[in-house]
């Protein structure tokens, strides 16, 4: 089993003001670095990047993510969810491969319009990285990356690679690296963060079934259900920044740190009774479960979606709740309570 990863090790920055605040201000605390270096060697654009390449590539990338955008595609994404918690009616669901991977991996391919890749995608489990005997590989990503950015200069990318390749993102059109690294945030950072939440929506009814009567009855409940969801589980809970100092240093010789977007969340100043979810909490502060500030997610519109189409079928299907038999899962303690930040592995049966 390996240890905590670099980013783990940080030293954090914490608490709701002090990562808001932190988060905002990129001139200090700089995305100019590239993570992941057992996997990779490229940078994920635009969250590795300041602006004016990351102001540039947001505004490209926020028309993919719009509501109007989107609205063509949840017809289907509804209709996967159907198909994909169906099995619950029969008595045991898993709802990380058996739901979680297949319907991001389906809804990816409809918004990239490469609905070949699915089998390919899928193959690659519920980690772009892989887990190959404890180790994270990411040449299966890359390979796939290659050949798409290749077909984008081919005009036969589809819908995002061949605007990749022509598109001028602040007067000039990016490079291959660049594009391998739009492809790569696209395909990894929606992918186990969504499926977690879908995961943590399933475990959260579960263990809290007094709740099964308001969110079956009403569709507001659960919107706020999945916020607080969200906030609960913080699917990403730690983003790495470049400490630049006030006097703004090299971001190459500047020590890195972590915002901690967990601590945030579960701040006892900010959100009473913390490790509690609870469904009449006040909007008054929201969570940052989606980041904040100039990175905020571009992808959360569609995380929301895919929330709803997942929560709706689960209730549709099993009314009277579930309870889980199976759980392999990563957690972090919340004001003396363990709430899951992750899964492996979470099986569901109807009640």
Same mark, same amino acid.
């Given at each position: 089993?390996?240890?905590?990863?670099?980013?783990?090790?940080?030293?954090?920055?914490?608490?709701?003001?002090?990562?808001?605040?932190?988060?905002?201000?990129?001139?200090?605390?700089?995305?100019?670095?590239?993570?992941?270096?057992?996997?990779?060697?490229?940078?994920?654009?635009?969250?590795?990047?300041?602006?004016?390449?990351?102001?540039?590539?947001?505004?490209?990338?926020?028309?993919?993510?719009?509501?109007?955008?989107?609205?063509?595609?949840?017809?289907?994404?509804?209709?996967?969810?159907?198909?994909?918690?169906?099995?619950?009616?029969?008595?045991?669901?898993?709802?990380?491969?058996?739901?979680?991977?297949?319907?991001?991996?389906?809804?990816?391919?409809?918004?990239?319009?490469?609905?070949?890749?699915?089998?390919?995608?899928?193959?690659?489990?519920?980690?772009? /990285?892989?887990?190959?005997?404890?180790?994270?590989?990411?040449?299966?990503?890359?390979?796939?990356?290659?050949?798409?950015?290749?077909?984008?200069?081919?005009?036969?990318?589809?819908?995002?690679?061949?605007?990749?390749a022509n598109t001028p993102i602040a007067g000039v059109v990016l490079t291959r690296d660049q594009q391998i690294?739009?492809?790569?945030?696209?395909?990894?950072?929606?992918?186990?963060?969504?499926?977690?939440?879908?995961?943590?929506?399933? /475990?959260?009814?579960?263990?809290?079934?007094?709740?099964?009567?308001?969110?079956?009855?009403?569709?507001?409940?659960?919107?706020?259900?999945?916020?607080?969801?969200?906030?609960?589980?913080?699917?990403?809970?730690?983003?790495?920044?470049?400490?630049?100092?006030?006097?703004?240093?090299?971001?190459?010789?500047?020590?890195?740190?972590?915002?901690?977007?967990?601590?945030?969340?579960?701040?006892?100043?900010?959100?009473?009774?913390?490790?509690?979810?609870?469904?009449?909490?006040?909007?008054?502060?929201?969570?940052?479960?989606?980041?904040?500030?100039?990175?905020?997610?571009?992808?959360?519109?569609?995380?929301?979606?895919?929330?709803?189409?997942?929560?709706?079928?689960?209730?549709?299907?099993?009314?009277?709740? /579930?309870?889980?038999?199976?759980?392999?899962?990563?957690?972090?303690?919340?004001?003396?309570?363990?709430?899951?930040?992750?899964?492996?592995?979470?099986?569901?049966?109807?009640?």
């Open positions: 089993m390996s240890g905590p990863s670099r980013v783990e090790r940080l030293p954090r920055i914490t608490g709701y003001d002090a990562v808001r605040a932190a988060g905002r201000n990129f001139e200090r605390f700089s995305s100019l670095h590239q993570g992941d270096e057992d996997v990779r060697d490229y940078r994920q654009l635009p969250l590795e990047a300041d602006p004016p390449l990351h102001s540039a590539l947001r505004a490209f990338l926020v028309p993919f993510f719009s509501k109007g955008s989107l609205a063509p595609f949840q017809q289907g994404i509804e209709a996967d969810a159907r198909e994909l918690v169906a099995p619950l009616k029969a008595g045991e669901l898993e709802m990380v491969r058996g739901v979680g991977l297949p319907l991001v991996v389906r809804t990816i391919a409809r918004l990239l319009d490469r609905p070949n890749d699915i089998e390919e995608w899928v193959s690659w489990g519920p980690s772009v /990285w892989g887990d190959h005997d404890g180790r994270r590989d990411g040449a299966a990503l890359l390979t796939f990356l290659e050949r798409a950015v290749s077909e984008g200069a081919a005009g036969t990318g589809g819908r995002l690679f061949n605007l990749l690294g739009v492809g790569s945030l696209l395909l990894a950072g929606g992918r186990d963060t969504v499926m977690n939440l879908i995961s943590g929506i399933a /475990w959260m009814i579960a263990a809290h079934s007094m709740h099964i009567a308001a969110l079956r009855g009403d569709l507001a409940v659960r919107t706020t259900f999945i916020e607080e969801t969200l906030r609960l589980t913080t699917p990403l809970g730690l983003m790495e920044r470049i400490d630049r100092g006030v006097s703004g240093g090299d971001p190459e010789q500047s020590p890195h740190v972590g915002l901690d977007f967990a601590s945030a969340n579960h701040d006892s100043t900010v959100f009473t009774c913390p490790a509690e979810l609870r469904l009449d909490r006040p909007a008054t502060s929201p969570h940052i479960a989606f980041g904040i500030g100039p990175h905020a997610c571009v992808g959360a519109p569609l995380a929301r979606i895919e929330a709803h189409a997942v929560l709706n079928e689960l209730l549709a299907v099993a009314p009277s709740g /579930w309870s889980t038999t199976e759980c392999d899962a990563q957690f972090r303690s919340v004001d003396g309570v363990e709430v899951p930040a992750s899964f492996q592995r979470l099986v569901i049966t109807a009640r």
